[in-house]
């Protein structure tokens, strides 16, 4: 990026007289940013193509017709061009563009949700006239019109910008909001009886300079400058946004998306936005519990803890350290997965530890891939996705590959199950069937790389990125595992974007949270020794994988289970499985926030502080390391994950050795191979706003400035100016820009075999009457931290299937009639979707969503396959 | 399941054909659909988007920016009067006048039997039949109120129906083009005019230079 930057061609030019230079192609409005100039505007957005809609830019330009007044946000600087933004027809301009935008705006501040960060306020008073001459009848508006359940428009206070309009079509693809009338009728509009229907739809609240567009959730919640705010992460998936936390009176009230270039380039999706409001959800735990006689009874601490480690010794002497199993950890951030780490691997013993719900990928395999960041995706010639719908899984990583795509800046493959938002926006796609995965290598070479004249990628295959994930459950893991390896052969210098969504996984993976791992990307075998000398000791064989773990639970190899944050009742494809084990288990611990179906299950419920009450770093799907931080105290007796480690670990006799979170960063930083010389990050982390990619020797460390343009996310700076500065800053110390080059990494991706074979078992054929069954997840679900929010707790969808439109004529029935898929005497029922991308011979189903739940159709075990009736 | 008829649907998309880029039949496609119901109904515009692949809120944005576009129901005729500088000197107020109590609406309106809607229009291009007015986009003037009387009874009984017809429909791209348009062929050009000028321009420098050479 540094190289690139300066390769790039300079031109020089005068700028209120004076020379200055710019890099060629810029802007003239960016141009002079750079040299120190801010030119007011409202509709320019630094990630948005310019229009130049509301002249709020206006510059005089040099031309060989004399000076003349150019929209700066719309106009390239040129050598030699004479620029004047300070002289009386660039201030009588700006005055008569405020007085003729202020028309009719209505004079209501005091009432409106941007006074005190509104830019059009703030830009009336630095550069506007003063006065109006206009006496005549403002337009009225009905107000305010819900445009979708969590956005609201005041269309009196439009200045038709156009910017939000300019995302729905631009940025996000889905443009159910344009201007509609002319003139002075024109006003943002959704179609009639429909809504502005996106996961997106919060950013537009952010990015609009007035307060027409406003955010139900925050909406008259609070003023801007009583607000305090943090930079931390989103950790609702593995994509970890950067945004900006902030609360009043100890309460957290909105986000707003921070301009990271690395990572989500300002943008938000509307689940990560709001999602916190589960921090404030009715069933939150808020003290230690303990299961007496059917019943919860709140605890001290002292006493659940004695309890835990009672059981966990008993178990251990009885049957073992292996009897113990640990599920789950990607709520975790990494302090807490390292010390849950060290407590199962280094203390008790046991390698049944599975941070996955066995919907992933092994993270052996994940490791030894040439790992991608997303910034590569902005670089690369051909994307290939084999991965469920990025729009529901990883929102905002489909952001950045929607807008390459439909710009196209490179080709598209896609491999899913029926349709995404990317399909028609691919050069090629198959549809993938259960057991024919394997076939998708011959299909790239043969029929895509060769119609595109690419035969040659083989050899240069620098310029594909892979985005592998799970597509849908239902297609063995272990298929797509070994197509996945077969990829990495075949194409040695391409790269592999990971697209697993569960928060930290990545950071829970990294910290060990995976049977055979140890921390830092290491395996027990290679490490074993080494960790051995450090920790009281580690497991002597490899462990089990929860679904493993869940049998042996069963058939009584094991007893005793720890949840650490995960529901498996709701969230494991098997739910008969978790159930069965769940009656079985002798003990079930749960390191809980949130009251869910699980935890009705479990002996000991110790309460785990949430994402912004608790400070530590989490790792992304590029290995991204970044710190989140905590903005308010956490609720009731709330601990951080990585002290109930230590408490255990202190009642079972051995103490972890961690006083605070910094001691947990420093011994990572020492032991866990892959994360080598990254203590600036986990110890004084608030000051590196993008944080690094592990291994740092891998990825060069890029600086770049963030943009920090008033207008680009209302709200933070003009936050700052009245007090209460952000925490962490807008550019990097100096010190972190030799941080790559001081690091002996000792970590080697090639320990992770990818020659190694694994061997899944090959379907069975299916009747032609029968259907292979795929259930795909969505964004919004029953999920309980969507349920226990209160703006997503009613976003849940009625279930569907979804077949190919050939089916719905030969069973007879149309899209939106019900249907009923069975697996034996289980029958579920649920709508019918049409999907022409789906294959004839599956039926994808939805997860987790109201009324049926298909997941009773579903069994690890076999293959599923379903018939489908009226 | 379209809301247009089939057959509308086939003009749509060979309207849609003649274009390089689907979206430029948008309006072309707003006329036809207006076609068929004389307004352009919810489901008409849902319609029109999925044929040139936009939103149907863009369709919608677009179609609200034109007068001609009328995004509510409207009489059977469709009447503008047109008030413009030529119109009003010879009486279009006036008219306008008689026309209102005659039909019993103000401009916008529909009379309750849905036969005619009036509207009040800027120029229309019909300054020599000044006032002018146009029924279902049909031209007529110049008028008076006696004229206007017998126009509408003549609208009503059906006497007009070959001139006006019921819906005004503007477009007439229904031609059988057989292609798209000819990039190869313009392109080819292109380079061949470009070739001449740069020919051209290389004479003209050979010849300066003649020139300069000489003086010196
Ligand atoms: S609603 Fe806001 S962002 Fe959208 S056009 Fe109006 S002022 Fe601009
Ligand atoms: S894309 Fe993921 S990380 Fe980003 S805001 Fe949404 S949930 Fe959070
Ligand atoms: S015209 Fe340049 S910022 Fe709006
Ligand atoms: S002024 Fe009436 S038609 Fe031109």
Redesign the interface.
Same mark, same amino acid.
């Given at each position: 990026m540094t190289e690139k930057l300066t390769n790039e061609e300079t031109v020089t030019f005068t700028l209120n007289g004076e020379e200055k230079t710019a890099v060629k192609g810029e802007l003239i409005i960016e141009a002079c940013e750079k040299n120190g100039e801010f030119i007011p505007r409202f509709c320019y957005h630094p990630r948005m193509k310019p229009v130049g809609m509301c002249r709020m830019c206006l510059v005089e330009v040099s031309s060989p017709r004399g000076p003349s007044l150019q929209p700066s946000c719309y106009v390239e600087i040129q050598n030699g061009m004479e620029v004047n933004t300070q002289s009386d027809p660039v201030k009588k301009a700006q005055d008569g563009v405020l007085e003729y935008l202020l028309l009719n705006h209505p004079l209501d501040c005091p009432v409106c949700d941007k006074g005190g960060e509104c830019p059009l306020q703030d830009q009336t008073l630095s550069y506007g006239p003063g006065e109006s001459r206009f006496i005549e009848e403002k337009r009225h508006f009905l107000k305010p019109l819900k445009i979708s359940s969590l956005v609201e428009l005041d269309r009196e206070r439009c200045i038709q910008c156009g910017r939000c309009i300019r995302f729905a079509k631009e940025i996000s693809g889905e443009a159910e909001i344009d201007f509609a009338g002319r003139g002075e009728d024109t006003e943002v509009a959704i179609f009639p009886g429909k809504e502005f229907d996106s996961y997106f739809s919060l950013n537009t609240v952010q990015i609009c300079p007035v307060g027409a567009l406003t955010a139900v959730p925050y909406r008259f919640k609070s003023r801007p400058w009583d607000l305090e705010q943090i930079e931390s992460t989103c950790q609702f998936c593995a994509v970890q946004c950067k945004l900006s936390v902030q609360s009043s009176q100890n309460e957290i009230l909105r986000t707003l998306g921070i301009d990271s270039d690395a990572v989500n380039q300002s943008w938000l999706c509307d689940r990560g936005r709001f999602g916190f409001e589960a921090i404030y959800s009715s069933n939150r735990v808020n003290s230690p519990k303990i299961k007496k006689d059917g019943e919860f009874i709140d605890v001290s601490w002292p006493e659940a803890v004695e309890e835990v480690a009672r059981a966990l010794s008993v178990a251990k002497i009885a049957n073992g350290p292996d009897s113990i199993g640990f599920i789950g950890g990607a709520r975790l951030n990494n302090e807490g997965a390292y010390a849950f780490s060290k407590l199962a691997k280094g203390v008790i013993g046991t390698d049944n530890v599975d941070a996955q719900l066995s919907d992933g990928i092994d993270p052996n395999l994940i490791f030894g891939l040439r790992r991608a960041t997303i910034n590569d995706l902005d670089q690369a010639e051909i994307v290939v996705t084999l991965c469920g719908d990025l729009r529901e899984e990883l929102p905002v990583l489909f952001l950045r590959l929607r807008t390459l795509v439909a710009n196209e800046a490179l080709l598209l493959a896609e491999f899913s199950i029926g349709e995404t938002p990317l399909s028609q926006y691919a050069a090629f796609r198959r549809s993938l069937v259960p057991g024919k995965v394997q076939n998708l290598l011959e299909e790239l070479k043969d029929s895509f790389l060769s119609s595109f004249g690419r035969d040659d990628f083989e050899q240069k295959d620098g310029g594909i990125v892979f985005v592998v994930g799970n597509p849908g459950i239902g297609i063995d893991g272990l298929e797509i595992e070994h197509s996945i390896r077969a990829l990495a052969k075949s194409f040695p210098n391409a790269k592999f974007l990971p697209a697993l969504r569960r928060g930290n996984i990545f950071g829970a993976l990294d910290m060990g949270l995976s049977p055979g791992l140890l921390p830092g990307r290491v395996t027990l075998k290679s490490h074993g020794s080494f960790f051995g000398d450090k920790w009281v000791c580690v497991p002597e064989k490899v462990g089990k994988n929860t679904k493993e773990m869940l049998q042996s639970v069963i058939d009584g190899t094991m007893d005793t289970l720890i949840l650490l944050g995960s529901d498996p009742i709701s969230d494991f494809p098997d739910k008969n499985l978790v159930l069965k084990a769940f009656e079985k288990a002798k003990n079930i611990i749960c390191v809980e926030s949130i009251m869910n179906e699980s935890t009705k299950y479990a002996q000991v419920i110790l309460p785990a502080s949430m994402d912004h009450e608790r400070a530590g770093t989490v790792t992304n799907l590029e290995g991204r390391v970044t710190h989140a931080g905590d903005k308010v105290t956490a609720s009731g007796a709330s601990f951080d994950d990585w002290v109930i480690a230590s408490l255990i670990s202190a009642e079972l006799g051995d103490d972890l050795g961690f006083n605070s979170r910094e001691d947990i960063g420093s011994e990572i930083c020492s032991f866990a191979p892959a994360y080598r010389s990254t203590e600036k990050y986990f110890i004084s982390g608030n000051d590196f706003g993008d944080g690094v990619v592990v291994p740092i020797a891998q990825v060069p460390v890029s600086i770049r400035a963030r943009k920090s343009d008033p207008i680009e996310v209302p709200g933070l700076s003009s936050i700052e100016r009245q007090g209460s500065p952000i925490r962490s800053g807008n550019s990097l110390p100096s010190s972190v820009a030799k941080v790559g080059s001081e690091s002996q990494i000792s970590f080697d991706n090639s320990m992770f075999d990818l020659n190694s074979t694994v061997s899944y078992k090959l379907l069975e054929e299916k009747r032609e009457s029968s259907f292979y069954l795929v259930l795909e997840k969505s964004l919004y679900d029953n999920g309980t931290l969507l349920r226990e929010s209160k703006s997503f707790e009613n976003s849940a969808r009625e279930s569907y299937f979804k077949l190919n439109p050939v089916l719905l004529a030969e069973l007879g029935v149309n899209e939106g009639d019900m249907i009923t898929v069975s697996k034996e005497s289980v029958k579920v029922k649920g709508r019918v979707v049409a999907d022409s991308l789906v294959s004839v011979a599956v039926v994808v189903a939805s997860w987790n969503q109201n009324s049926a739940d298909s997941r009773e159709l579903i069994s690890l075990d076999n293959v599923n396959i379903v018939e489908v009736e009226r | 399941m379209t809301h247009l008829s089939a057959e509308l649907v086939e003009k749509c998309k060979k309207v849609v054909e003649l274009y390089p880029s689907k979206r430029s039949a948008l309006i072309p496609l707003c006329h036809i659909a207006q076609g068929q119901n004389g307004w352009l109904t @919810?489901e008409a515009?849902e319609d029109v988007a999925s044929l040139v692949g936009?939103? @149907?809120?863009?369709v919608?944005?677009?179609a609200?920016?034109y007068d001609m576009f009328h995004l509510e129901p409207v009489g059977k005729h469709v009447i503008a009067m047109c008030t413009n500088i030529a119109c009003m000197l010879a009486g279009a107020y006036e008219l306008l006048e008689h026309a209102q109590e005659k039909l019993g609406v103000s401009p916008g309106g529909t009379t309750t039997d849905k036969e005619f809607t009036l509207e009040e229009s800027e120029c229309l291009a019909g300054c020599d039949k000044a006032p002018c007015i146009q029924v279902n986009h049909r031209f007529f003037g110049p008028m008076d109120n006696a004229s206007f009387d017998t126009l509408l009874a003549d609208l009503k009984s059906g006497k007009l129906a070959d001139v006006v017809p019921p819906h005004g429909v503007l477009i007439r791209i229904d031609r059988e083009h057989k292609r798209k348009v000819n990039y190869e062929a313009i392109d080819a050009e292109r380079v061949e005019i470009d070739a001449a000028i740069k020919e051209r321009k290389l004479k003209l420098e050979a010849a300066n230079n003649a020139t300069v050479g000489k003086d010196s």
């Open positions: - | @919810p515009i936009v939103s @149907p809120a863009e919608r944005g677009t609200s920016f």
